[in-house]
């Protein structure tokens, strides 16, 4: 076997360092990241949705439905080929016989076979596979066939590149096995489960491109290459650099360690930016931080003004967490100010909306400023997600509408528009016509109004930031700490399984306690935030200019 590795379809979606780590014998007493409770929590419910998508299924086929007991991988392996060579419709948890001249191995959801005899891989996901549109080849489930697939009138395919490298792993395994059908095709169930989207991986990805199994070809032969070095003790073929995946990968304490040491460019400027840099020699936050920002620049950067990324370097170098572009810092203020944070569970939906009421000039609004919430603690997904939603938007309605009544200014905040507007836009569209739920267009005319107002991109418009710009690290220079000090995302997620008893516990007020006072703590973080930003203190932020 090549290199004497085998790669699942996880491979060709990683960054080379992880790969080329995760098959280095000697990397493993290197540093590691702990756990992540978000990830975990992520799997385990993708293990619960897959489960409750195959019992269904399984219901429905009856006799043409085989499911692979679970066990070691020889055993299961022995079960799936067994089933293939009877000719078995549906082949449930499979584990594809290991592919020892491509080095491939992988499992699958399910195999289906056919009308040319041959199989085709679908997986089952727990994220949203189509979008509101038209274009997408899909069935209704339990409709299991690629071959009467159809233009669908509402939902248009949704860019998830993993899910479709993956589909293009299992055919290449299917292909070695002798038993793929000559139609490469896969299927995806995704969240909802109400629908396959197919995918036909041997059709151009976009007019003059390449298929989805050429693009997989390409990347499992460098990654097998990097892994295969790994694995020889041969010079490594991919070198640590900071990217976006870096955030979430275990290995990043042993890359990190590494770029420290060396200082690497890319501690400021990742991923494309740090590429462009040591193209052009620059390899150091120090090379970096030595250049002229007023010469010319010594690449084009995808990510910034050169001599903003000049700027940045001498501030990570100092240790500033942030500097200013400009004197003083335009920020939307208003007579009533209302700060939104929204609390959601993966893809299943926004469990809580929670406000910061505040009047800068003390106006009487008719009711007392502070924080409210308005939550469901009913496991999600639940139909008490739209009352919860409904009564989030009708006190902001009626908030804007006093307002507007009073002659007073009005402007609610964010930080990281992204998500909420996501929540806002879902709520609307998935409890259209319940009580309280505004319509689609209402929402996006709030959106769009200008009084809606995306702290995240006031901070990225006029701050350089030397450690991120996420909240919980710009927060603190404005003085802001959280009560809680695991406060985070992610533990938020294990919080909120424990304060509704997802796992069969009883619900835990505790619990639900800890969540409202986390998400209070982030409305008045964005409320202190752009105080200061706003304020003489601001003086004291050294401006990028002067560094």
């Given at each position: 076997?090549?290199?004497?590795?085998?790669?699942?379809?996880?491979?060709?979606?990683?960054?080379?360092?992880?790969?080329?780590?995760?098959?280095?014998?000697?990397?493993?007493?290197?540093?590691?990241?702990?756990?992540?409770?978000?990830?975990?929590?992520?799997?385990?419910?993708?293990?619960?949705?897959?489960?409750?998508?195959?019992?269904?299924?399984?219901?429905?086929?009856?006799?043409?439905?085989?499911?692979?007991?679970?066990?070691?991988?020889?055993?299961?392996?022995?079960?799936?080929?067994?089933?293939?060579?009877?000719?078995?419709?549906?082949?449930?948890?499979?584990?594809?016989?290991?592919?020892?001249?491509?080095?491939?191995?992988?499992?699958?959801?399910?195999?289906?076979?056919?009308?040319?005899?041959?199989?085709?891989?679908?997986?089952?996901?727990?994220?949203?596979?189509?979008?509101?549109?038209?274009?997408?080849?899909?069935?209704?489930?339990?409709?299991?066939?690629?071959?009467?697939?159809?233009?669908?009138?509402?939902?248009?395919?949704?860019?998830?590149?993993?899910?479709?490298?993956?589909?293009?792993?299992?055919?290449?395994?299917?292909?070695?096995?002798?038993?793929?059908?000559?139609?490469?095709?896969?299927?995806?169930?995704?969240?909802?489960?109400?629908?396959?989207?197919?995918?036909?991986?041997?059709?151009?990805?976009?007019?003059?491109?390449?298929?989805?199994?050429?693009?997989?070809?390409?990347?499992?032969?460098?990654?097998?290459?990097?892994?295969?070095?790994?694995?020889?003790?041969?010079?490594?073929?991919?070198?640590?650099?900071?990217?976006?995946?870096?955030?979430?990968?275990?290995?990043?304490?042993?890359?990190?360690?590494?770029?420290?040491?060396?200082?690497?460019?890319s501690l400021v400027l990742r991923g494309?930016?740090?590429?462009?840099?040591?193209?052009?020699?620059?390899?150091?936050?120090?090379?970096?931080?030595?250049?002229?920002?007023?010469?010319?620049?010594?690449?084009?950067?995808?990510?910034?003004?050169?001599?903003?990324?000049?700027?940045?370097?001498?501030?990570?170098?100092?240790?500033?967490?942030?500097?200013?572009?400009?004197?003083?810092?335009?920020?939307?203020?208003?007579?009533?100010?209302?700060?939104?944070?929204?609390?959601?569970?993966?893809?299943?939906?926004?469990?809580?909306?929670?406000?910061?009421?505040?009047?800068?000039?003390?106006?009487?609004?008719?009711?007392?400023?502070?924080?409210?919430?308005?939550?469901?603690?009913?496991?999600?997904?639940?139909?008490?997600?739209?009352?919860?939603?409904?009564?989030?938007?009708?006190?902001?309605?009626?908030?804007?509408?006093?307002?507007?009544?009073?002659?007073?200014?009005?402007?609610?905040?964010?930080?990281?528009?992204q998500a909420e507007n996501r929540w806002?836009?879902?709520?609307?569209?998935?409890?259209?016509?319940?009580?309280?739920?505004?319509?689609?267009?209402?929402?996006?005319?709030?959106?769009?109004?200008?009084?809606?107002?995306?702290?995240?991109?006031?901070?990225?418009?006029?701050?350089?930031?030397?450690h991120g710009k996420g909240l919980k690290?710009?927060?603190?220079?404005?003085?802001?700490?959280?009560?809680?000090?695991?406060?985070?995302?992610?533990?938020?997620?294990?919080?909120?399984?424990?304060?509704?008893?997802?796992?069969?516990?009883?619900?835990?007020?505790?619990?639900?306690?800890?969540?409202?006072?986390?998400?209070?703590?982030?409305?008045?973080?964005?409320?202190?935030?752009?105080?200061?930003?706003?304020?003489?203190?601001?003086?004291?932020?050294?401006?990028?200019?002067?560094?």
């Amino acid at each position: 076997m090549a290199g004497q590795v085998a790669l699942d379809a996880s491979a060709v979606s990683r960054c080379r360092r992880r790969v080329h780590l995760d098959h280095d014998p000697t990397a493993v007493a290197g540093p590691r990241a702990r756990p992540d409770p978000a990830l975990e929590q992520r799997q385990a419910d993708a293990i619960a949705h897959r489960a409750e998508v195959g019992a269904r299924l399984a219901a429905e086929f009856g006799p043409s439905w085989r499911s692979v007991p679970a066990g070691g991988w020889a055993e299961r392996e022995q079960a799936t080929s067994a089933a293939l060579a009877a000719g078995v419709r549906y082949i449930w948890n499979a584990a594809l016989p290991l592919d020892t001249e491509g080095a491939r191995r992988g499992d699958v959801d399910l195999l289906v076979r056919a009308e040319d005899g041959g199989y085709q891989p679908v997986i089952v996901v727990r994220h949203r596979v189509t979008d509101p549109g038209s274009g997408a080849l899909t069935t209704p489930i339990p409709v299991l066939s690629a071959a009467l697939a159809e233009s669908d009138p509402v939902r248009r395919p949704r860019s998830q590149t993993r899910d479709q490298l993956r589909l293009a792993h299992l055919t290449r395994m299917l292909q070695a096995t002798g038993c793929a059908s000559a139609a490469t095709v896969g299927g995806v169930i995704g969240l909802d489960a109400d629908v396959v989207l197919w995918h036909d991986l041997a059709a151009p990805t976009w007019p003059g491109g390449r298929s989805t199994l050429a693009e997989y070809d390409a990347r499992f032969a460098d990654r097998l290459a990097v892994a295969s070095a790994a694995a020889t003790g041969q010079p490594a073929l991919a070198q640590p650099s900071r990217i976006t995946e870096c955030r979430r990968c275990p290995w990043w304490p042993t890359c990190e360690t590494v770029l420290a040491d060396k200082s690497d460019v890319s501690l400021v400027l990742r991923g494309e930016d740090a590429i462009a840099l040591r193209g052009a020699g620059v390899h150091t936050v120090a090379q970096l931080a030595a250049l002229d920002p007023g010469g010319a620049a010594p690449s084009v950067l995808h990510g910034m003004p050169f001599p903003d990324a000049v700027a940045l370097a001498r501030a990570w170098q100092r240790g500033l967490p942030l500097v200013r572009k400009v004197l003083t810092v335009p920020v939307i203020r208003a007579d009533v100010e209302v700060d939104v944070d929204m609390e959601s569970f993966g893809e299943a939906g926004a469990y809580l909306w929670g406000c910061l009421l505040s009047t800068p000039g003390g106006v009487d609004i008719g009711e007392p400023t502070g924080y409210r919430a308005f939550a469901t603690w009913e496991p999600l997904p639940t139909v008490d997600e739209a009352r919860s939603f409904a009564e989030f938007w009708g006190w902001l309605r009626g908030l804007r509408q006093r307002c507007a009544e009073r002659g007073l200014s009005f402007a609610a905040y964010c930080y990281n528009e992204q998500a909420e507007n996501r929540w806002l836009l879902a709520s609307a569209d998935r409890f259209a016509g319940r009580p309280g739920v505004p319509d689609r267009g209402e929402v996006a005319a709030f959106i769009s109004s200008g009084r809606w107002v995306d702290l995240f991109a006031v901070v990225s418009e006029w701050f350089l930031c030397a450690h991120g710009k996420g909240l919980k690290r710009i927060a603190p220079a404005a003085g802001f700490a959280w009560r809680d000090p695991e406060a985070g995302g992610e533990n938020s997620m294990r919080w909120y399984r424990a304060a509704v008893g997802l796992d069969g516990s009883p619900p835990d007020d505790g619990q639900r306690e800890r969540l409202l006072r986390y998400n209070a703590d982030d409305v008045h973080a964005t409320h202190v935030l752009r105080e200061w930003m706003c304020s003489p203190a601001l003086a004291s932020v050294p401006l990028a200019s002067e560094l």
